[in-house]
């Protein structure tokens, strides 16, 4: 068997190597991604996840720093590739992307990126420059960050192989999303699953937590469930011993984004749950002015599930986001 080389990382069979991908020169030194490459013993598939694509969202970093931890390349059949922190210009300052970039603000918008472009263009190319030939499943872990608190939701992309990934996330991972759209219901471009989906690749965006669960306990504790779902699909994927948890049942589904008209304060309906089953036209939430006075209803786009929400209660921004809505296309169980 060969090493695996990822950036500046080569791991031999049977060993965990550490290292970066060069993306560019700053002013004060190299732009680069930190990755740890794990290096399986037997054969098996590359499996890729990154965390931190936004860089406020930190359960995905967490995850990654158990997984390095907690697999040992001497029992894994494949690699197991691990990139905590994507996005560190913005990571470190806790923002989605990176403040200095304000034509191309979102990583997960630009890929595959271009090497004459500007910064967040610039990283995603070096990026999709290793990951695109090398990986054969990518998993990009999210936890809506600042701007949005997210239920446990699993989004594929449009290779058939990937739903199946999506269903071996193990026990109370139930809804499983068609490939994002953006607000104005157009496939979401640029993303890592629609450029993986375009190379024939199965890739995953996993979203679970948010600023609202930013708290200590639920921060460790999301962490977890995400790193207990990576290792329920290596063990689907026979790249580690072990039994594979199954949900049994997954509610199959196409996401809404409901926006509002005008800029307010977003103030939620007191039966407001998330993944509460409701019916179209359901007010979900309103929209009040300086006086509390109500400028809009915000309301369920279809019957469906709620299954994300903004965190910040002003809407500056006529438009913006409020509530990330799941209409139930498909009950399936086994
Ligand atoms: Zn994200």
Redesign the pocket.
Known sequence: MQPVTVGTAKASPGETARGVIPAGRDFDGPIEIPVIVVRGTRDGPVLWIDGA??GD?AEGSITCWNLAKEVDAKGLAGTLVLVPILNLAAAKNGSRGNPLDHVNYDL?RVYPGKPNGRGTERLAWAYYQEFAPKADIVISL?SG?SVGYMSRVIYHNDIPASLELAKAFGVGWDLIVEPAYSVDRRPATGTIEAVSGANGKPALVVELGGLSESLPDKLLQNSRSLTDGCVNLMRYLKMLPGKVERNGRWKLAREWIVQTGTGGFWLPDSAFRFRKSVKEGTVLARVVDTYGETLEEIKAPCDGETIGMRTTPYVGLPGDHCVFFAEILNEVTE
Do not use: D, L, Q
Request: charged share 15%; glycine share 16%.
């Open positions: 694509t936004h969202e997960n999210h960050g």
